[in-house]
């Protein structure tokens, strides 16, 4: 059974580093698009950066500069290295996984909070 789970979140200062990973089992990433996605109360999940399959990497205006999502397919595991976190950035944080067939797949997610 396909399952994806994070790791990696936590409280940090602003200014600090953190790295998400995703670790899947039951499928193979290589040709999948990966995504980490994150929300918090009362909004809408919203997209950080996602690697399509394929096709350029893309992020959102708010983290670019500052995060780098990366994937390692020998490990079968995408990362999101997170640099110079703002208060702003506090959410749960998503992986999403999207097969050629257009299944979609998330992981239970992860909380970051930046805070001092």
């Known amino acids: 059974q396909e399952k994806l789970v994070e790791s990696g979140g936590g409280l940090v200062q602003p200014g600090g580093s953190l790295r998400l990973s995703c670790a899947a089992s039951?499928?193979?990433?290589?040709?999948?698009?990966v995504g980490w996605f994150r929300q918090i109360p009362g909004k809408q999940r919203e997209l950080v950066a996602a690697?399509?399959?394929?096709?350029?990497?893309n992020y959102a205006d708010s983290v670019k500069g500052r995060f780098t999502i990366s994937r390692d397919n020998a490990k079968n595991t995408p990362y999101l290295q997170m640099n110079n976190l703002k208060p702003e950035d506090t959410a749960v944080y998503y992986c999403?996984?999207?097969?050629?067939?257009?299944?979609?797949?998330w992981g239970q997610g992860t909380q970051v909070t930046v805070s001092s």
């Open positions: 690697i399509p399959s394929g096709g350029r990497i």
């Open positions: 039951g499928f193979i990433l290589d040709d999948y698009s």
């Open positions: 999403h996984v999207q097969t050629p067939w257009r299944n979609d797949y």
